[in-house]
C-alpha cells in the first residue's frame, strides 16, 4: 500500500452498555460511571459512558488494521485530548488523516504522522488524536 499525505481512513463502531462495561472491566477501569445506569443517572453525563481506555484503544486499532494489510508496522506515539463524552449506547465515527510520510533508513521503513478523532452520533468531535506510526 502506497501511503501518502491527505489519505483518509475510517470506520464506523455501535457501542452497547455490555461491550462498554466488558471493556472497562478487563483493562481494570472500575468507575461505576461505565457500568452502572442508575449511579450514571446522578452524574453530569446522565447515563454510562465509555472509557478513555476503550475509546482510545479503538482508534489505535484501527491504525493498525489499516496500515498492517500488506506490511509490519508499529505504533509509535500517540496523543488523546477528550472532549466530549462518548455514551455507552452510540454509534462513533473513527477517522484518521495522514498528515506526513518520512522514509526512516534505520527502521527500514516509513514514519506516518496522522491526525484524528471520534465523531460521536451527532457529529461533534468527541477525542481527537494525534499518532505516529
Do not use: C
Not at 509509535?76 to 462518548?86: A, N
Amino acid at each position: 500500500m502506497k501511503v501518502r499525505p491527505r489519505d483518509r481512513f475510517a470506520a464506523e463502531v455501535h457501542l452497547t452498555p455490555a461491550t462498554v462495561s466488558a471493556y472497562a472491566h478487563t483493562v481494570g477501569d472500575l468507575p461505576p460511571v461505565h457500568h452502572d445506569p442508575s449511579y450514571a443517572a446522578t452524574t453530569r453525563y446522565q447515563r454510562p459512558i465509555a472509557s478513555g481506555a476503550h475509546t482510545t484503544g479503538l482508534l489505535m486499532g484501527l491504525t493498525a488494521t489499516h496500515f498492517s494489510q500488506d506490511t509490519a508496522m508499529v505504533g509509535l506515539e500517540f496523543w488523546f485530548r477528550f472532549r466530549r463524552p462518548i455514551f455507552a449506547d452510540e454509534t462513533i465515527r473513527l477517522e484518521w488523516l495522514v498528515i506526513a510520510v518520512r522514509p526512516n533508513a534505520r527502521l527500514g521503513g516509513n514514519i506516518v504522522d496522522l491526525r484524528g478523532r471520534i465523531r460521536n452520533q451527532v457529529g461533534e468531535t468527541a477525542v481527537g488524536a494525534k499518532g505516529r506510526v
